[in-house]
């Protein structure tokens, strides 16, 4: 197999609030096609790791690097590079949050073809054309004209999918894409989901949905405490071996 | 002796007056409207940019807060006069009687709307926000964009309100010689000597004006509601929800 091509690289990322650090260093490579999977217990750092690849969290110190391009403040005793800007990062970074984050104010198309217009500064028809595409694919076409609150939690998560994934991201982030919702909604956006990564998609999933994990995940992150505790390919969910890790999935799973 | 004296026919008389000047009623009327929705219109985009200030950073945020906390406390009479008399001399300028109401109440009401919208946007979940970052929106676009109208829809009601106390507060401006109701009515007094009649008749005038603004401002939340409900947000909703129906029609119809 030929070595592939890294998307996302974090080095020694560190994070603060205040004077409380949360994350003590992260390491993370994400491969071209790679479907990359954070779990751990509630405040263990995974969801800021994530926030911190599109640059919603602001790492206090430590270097990302998207596409062979770096953001990051960098790490203490490296040579400074140019930093990229978050406004070219996030155009190749797309995300999908907990809360779906839909703008209420837009029907499910005009969600998809505001972030067409004002980023990629298309037409409003070519832009509209696009975002029922998109809906299409995610298979809401026909709720096209309906609001945020006229649709159940999961078909908002499908459009808030589309939405992300209609600026052609390099990689998807998911930040507990299925925690808000209603468990019988789970499935059909977990379905989604997993036709995206059959599809290739580069993606990094923060979940605590272990079965869908074990199912997609080409890397496996167990994180607490602000660190990665162990990590490993396809197969970790049985073949794992630190005490805190199995502690956990005994408890979960 | 004192002079105890009830004339309950003035209850009922010379109401033919009010109808005789119903011209220069509404004229006065008129005018009181046009001072209000032109400072209307200055007050909510001066107000907005105090809000964005106030939420800011120092020093402009200080600044802001300022701004907001003197001019929330002058009184609307004391505002037109220091505009009028007192910054003509600072300028060598005369404004006309027009100018200086319409500034002195911007001044007035641009403090108190900058408070409406900052608790408006402040209102507004983080994640929209963080939604249009994550897009790759530029900030000012999701400000414009996303914030601003879902803001806009909480800030409706208390700015109508708003628009109400301004129409009143232009009462005051006959002291520059603003020809409004009370101005009107006071000149028809002057010849006539019916106080209670025309008075009576300049108080049902704001309170019908208050009553129409309140309407209005209804039909806009309305037309703000999501999804938008009443016969105006059909009109312009409608053609949008067919334009998104026929573009689905013409997919459907085009399998992939």
């Keep these: 197999m030929t070595e592939q091509e890294v998307v996302v690289e974090l080095r020694g990322i560190r994070k603060s609030f205040g004077a409380n650090e949360v994350l003590h260093g992260v390491d993370l490579a994400v491969q071209t096609g790679q479907h990359v999977v954070i779990f751990g217990p509630s405040g263990s750092g995974k969801s800021t790791v994530l926030r911190t690849i599109n640059l919603l969290e602001e790492p206090s110190e430590g270097s990302v690097r998207v596409l062979g391009v770096e953001y990051g403040p960098g790490i203490p005793g490296e040579s400074r590079v140019k930093r990229g800007s978050a406004l070219e990062l996030r155009r190749q970074v797309g995300m999908v949050f907990q809360q779906f984050n839909l703008f209420p104010h837009l029907t499910a198309l005009d969600n998809i073809a505001l972030a067409l217009r004002t980023v990629q500064k298309l037409g409003r028809s070519e832009a509209e054309e696009r975002a029922a595409h998109g809906l299409r694919q995610v298979g809401l076409l026909r709720w096209a004209a309906r609001y945020p609150t006229q649709l159940s939690g999961g078909q908002q998560q499908r459009v808030a999918i589309a939405r992300a994934l209609s600026l052609d991201p390099a990689v998807m982030l998911f930040d507990e894409p299925t925690s808000a919702l209603d468990p019988e909604l789970v499935g059909e956006v977990l379905g989604v989901m997993r036709e995206l990564a059959e599809s290739g998609m580069t993606m990094v999933v923060v979940t605590h949905e272990l079965n869908f994990a074990r199912e997609i995940g080409d890397l496996n992150v167990f994180m607490d405490e602000g660190v990665i505790v162990e990590s490993g390919p396809r197969g970790f969910f049985d073949t794992c071996s630190n005490p805190r890790t199995r502690q956990f999935m005994d408890a979960v799973l | ?256």
């Design chain 2, 1 to 256: 002796m004192i002079a105890v004296g009830f004339h309950p026919e003035v209850l009922w008389t010379d109401w033919g007056l009010v109808w005789d000047n119903r011209s220069l009623l509404l004229h006065g009327l008129l005018l009181a409207l046009e001072v209000s929705a032109v400072a209307l219109v200055l007050s909510v985009v001066v107000g907005l940019f105090v809000a964005v200030a106030r939420m800011g950073k120092r020093p402009l945020s200080s600044i802001a807060g300022i701004y907001v906390n003197v001019f929330r406390g002058i009184p609307a009479l004391v505002s037109v006069l220091w505009v009028y008399f007192g910054w003509s001399i600072v300028f060598d300028f005369n404004f006309t009687v027009f100018q200086a109401a319409v500034i002195a109440l911007t001044l007035l009401y641009s403090a108190f709307i900058s408070e409406i919208y900052r608790a408006a946007l402040q209102a507004i979940p983080k994640g929209q926000r963080e939604a249009g970052l994550a897009l790759g929106m530029h900030p000012a676009r999701i400000f414009l964009r996303v914030t601003l109208p879902q803001a806009t829809k909480i800030a409706i009601p208390n700015i109508g309100s708003m628009f109400i106390g301004m129409v009143k507060d232009t009462s005051t401006f006959t002291i520059i010689g603003l020809v409004e109701v009370v101005r009107v009515t006071q000149n028809i007094n002057s010849t006539t000597f019916k106080p209670f009649v025309l008075y009576t008749a300049a108080a049902v005038i704001y309170v019908a004006a208050a009553f129409a603004i309140d309407f209005l401002f209804r039909g806009i939340e309305k037309v703000l509601t999501i999804p938008p409900s009443g016969w105006v947000a059909n009109v312009v909703g409608g053609r949008r929800k067919r334009r998104i129906e026929l573009l689905v029609k013409g997919m459907e119809a085009t399998t992939s």
